[in-house]
């Protein structure tokens, strides 16, 4: 008898973390939509990912004992509906909440319906249908700085650790920390409608939205942490929120060119680890393994946007740019036929539209490839001291490659070295390692 419970206790164990490792990937996957949910309901950003966090929290509790169920993600929002449902019917917001429902049902009844486009009257008519995207328009209120914009609708919606959004925007955890808080608090102190904004306000809102998409999709094609590579979820996710984005609005050239631009990099998907799930750098893929059909649809998108943004008279905007460059790539039968000129100096015309030091970091490459390994590191050797870059483990790796064609092995093992100690993602630091262990100097 004495040993049957040191015997289960493993079993145990393991079944309990077994039932983390699924509520963790079930939050994951449904914490936006449940949010989204929440806060149409409670019509407060804050008080619905509270709620949403003490469904997580029951889960927890319940999960482990009573196994997990049938549907993981409709017993989260079944459990956050419910809590929601006791606010609104013991809390004080109730005579609020009804007040407030009144005024915007007669707003309704006065107001003209704006004039935008067709896709838009019919989203005004049922608000675009999906919770999530009415989330990221909500978190993207002027209200709230840009960084804190960011910094909300990456951890609502795409449910990331503070942590991960502190890795992504290259800036401390505590900043990222502060911004949501100060953003959650600002939103319900401004009782700021959940819903979709007017048409008048739909273009301000429109870059946030759009530079959040992107965010998103670069966590989900590089994640900056964890055991995976790439995560899925989440580049699926920001595909089809752009293009929900696309079919809201048609005529913005900058809309079509983000969705050309995550096309035509989630084409490589399937080329970009190894059967054992290490990276595969762009140079080394196998590009017959990339989808034709998805880079078929990416050019179709950066025409589109190209010829609306001639129409329209205005200039290339950052992700249409970024897409042209992805469709180098693209076009290119192999590493060897890319175009590399027209890629360094579409880089040259991103920096002026969106200067940035990882958009000279890019460039660099590309000269380095047009032009060869000591005009790169020349560029290279400029961003050093840039304070932004310190902890980004892409400047010592790309100037350890740049040594590296230069014979420099031993300065490259060093910089390879540096890289992988910044590397957040385990496969990513593998891959530097590597790198590093092969250099012989």
């Known amino acids: 008898m004495s040993g049957s419970p040191d015997g289960h206790a493993p079993q145990a164990s393991a079944a309990r973390e077994a039932v983390r490792r699924a509520v963790a990937t079930v939050w994951r996957e449904e914490s936006a939509r449940i949010v989204g949910a929440l806060a149409r309901l409670v019509r407060d950003l804050g008080l619905a990912e509270e709620l949403a966090q003490d469904a997580l929290v029951a889960a927890l509790e319940h999960w482990p004992a009573d196994g997990l169920p049938d549907n993981p993600g409709a017993w989260l929002m079944a459990a956050a509906r419910h809590r929601a449902l ?6 004080k917001m109730r005579a609020a909440r009804l007040e407030q429902l009144g005024q915007e ?15 838009l009257d019919a989203a005004r008519a049922d608000p675009i249908g999906d919770d999530v995207l009415r989330l990221i328009f909500t978190a993207c209120h002027p209200l709230l700085p840009a960084a804190s914009r960011v910094a909300l609708t990456l951890k609502v919606v795409a449910g990331l650790s503070t942590a991960e959004i502190a890795r992504a925007g290259l800036v401390p955890e505590a900043t990222v920390a502060q911004r949501i808080v100060r953003a959650k608090r600002t939103l319900s102190e401004a009782r700021v409608p959940f819903a979709l904004p007017p048409a008048a306000a739909l273009g301000e809102r429109l870059a946030s939205v759009l530079e959040v998409i ?23 996710e920001a595909l089809r929120l752009g293009h929900m984005l696309a079919a809201l609005a048609p005529q913005r050239a900058e809309v079509h060119g983000l969705l050309a631009l995550m096309e035509l990099q989630a084409s490589r998907a399937a080329a970009r680890t190894d059967d054992a799930g290490r990276p595969v750098l762009l140079a080394e893929q196998d590009r017959a393994r990339w989808d034709r059909v998805q880079i078929q649809r990416g050019l179709a998108a950066l025409a589109h946007a190209e010829a609306l943004a001639a129409a329209q008279e205005d200039g290339p905007g950052r992700y249409q740019l970024q897409a042209a460059i992805a469709a180098c790539h693209a076009r290119a039968a192999s590493a060897a036929q890319t175009d590399w000129a027209r890629i360094a100096a579409l880089y040259g015309l991103l920096g002026r539209v969106a200067p ?17 390994p000591q005009a790169a590191l020349e560029i290279v050797d400029t961003l050093c001291g840039d304070k932004s870059l310190q902890a980004y483990q892409w400047l010592p790796s790309v100037r350890g490659d740049l ?30 390692l590597a790198r590093a262990a092969a250099m012989r100097g």
């Open 86 to 91: 006791d606010q609104l019917r013991h809390g």
């Open 105 to 119: 049902l007669e707003a309704q009844q006065a107001a003209i319906v704006p004039d935008f486009v067709d896709a």
């Open 214 to 236: 992107y965010l998103i999709y670069n966590e989900g094609y590089t994640a900056t942490a964890g055991s995976h590579w790439m995560r899925p979820d989440l580049t699926a």
């Open 356 to 372: 940035s030091p990882v958009v000279e970091l890019n460039r660099a490459v590309a000269v380095g490839m047009a032009e060869g």
């Open 403 to 432: 040594l590296a064609k230069l014979g420099r092995e031993a300065e490259a093992r060093a910089e390879f070295e540096r890289a992988a100690a910044l590397a957040g993602n385990a496969r990513e630091r593998e891959l530097l």
